[in-house]
T-cell receptor, first 115, second 118 residues
Framework: AQSVTQLGSHVSVSEGALVLLRCNYS??????LFWYVQYPNQGLQLLLK??????LVKGINGFEAEFKKSETSFHLTKPSAHMSDAAEYFC?????????????FGQGTILTVHP | KAGVTQTPRYLIKTRGQQVTLSCSPI?????VSWYQQTPGQGLQFLFE???????NKGNFPGRFSGRQFSNSRSEMNVSTLELGDSALYLC?????????????????FGSGTQLSVL
């Protein structure tokens, strides 16, 4: 079974600063990995996904993530935070060969951006 | 193209009652998944339907059930509600749902139904 651990339930940055949200996964085989964002009172929106092509994945809104097999990590970064990035972020995993609709999510990281 | 639509947006029920939530996927999507989101347990997978068949099921008691209709719309039902069932229930849809096609697919989420059990 796969699992996901997000390090830090809350991350606070200043506007313009680097955003780094950490995600480590546990899986017997390289899985598919995803980052989702959830704004208040809304559903989840896909930021980016890793499906065993390029290890550096670029997503929407200037976010990117790098898959590091040796570290079993898939950290999310953005060079310069914007106030509109304030939201909750979820890392998720699904096993290859199983249903895409069945995702295992991390506990989430709430990102606060200060002016 | 309309997104994933969930109704109702809010529900208030009392313990022991039952509830039915509805989800209309994006047109053309045949896979519908349901998730429960709570502050304590986070996002947990409930079940997934494809072509009116349950394809996957999470670790929830039998009080939680679902179904999918021929037009891909889905409903989930919770019987004998408990206080701990208070949560945001999210529905998600995708074309086929198989990871073999993950490179071409996305999972789209609705805004959810907020269920409060008193």
């Amino acid at each position: 079974a796969q699992s996901v651990t997000q390090l830090g339930s809350h991350v606070s940055v200043s506007e313009g600063a680097l955003v780094l949200l950490r995600c480590n996964y546990s899986s017997s085989v390289p899985p598919y990995l995803f980052w989702y964002v959830q704004y208040p009172n809304q559903g989840l929106q896909l930021l980016l996904k890793y499906t065993s092509a390029a290890t550096l994945v670029k997503g929407i809104n200037g976010f990117e993530a790098e898959f590091k097999k040796s570290e079993t990590s898939f950290h999310l970064t953005k060079p310069s935070a914007h106030m509109s990035d304030a939201a909750e972020y979820f890392c998720a995993v699904s096993a290859k060969g199983t249903s895409y609709g069945k995702l295992t999510f991390g506990q989430g990281t709430i990102l606060t951006v200060h002016p | 193209k309309a997104g994933v639509t969930q109704t109702p947006r809010y529900l208030i029920k009392t313990r022991g009652q039952q509830v039915t939530l509805s989800c209309s996927p994006i047109s053309g999507h045949r896979s519908v998944s349901w998730y429960q989101q709570t502050p304590g347990q986070g996002l947990q997978f409930l079940f997934e339907y494809f072509s009116e068949t349950q394809r996957n099921k999470g670790n929830f008691p039998g009080r939680f059930s679902g179904r999918q209709f021929s037009n891909s719309r889905s409903e989930m039902n919770v019987s004998t509600l408990e206080l701990g069932d208070s949560a945001l229930y999210l529905c998600a849809s995708s074309l086929s749902g198989w990871t073999g096609q993950a490179g071409n697919e996305k999972l789209f989420f609705g805004s959810g139904t907020q269920l409060s059990v008193l």
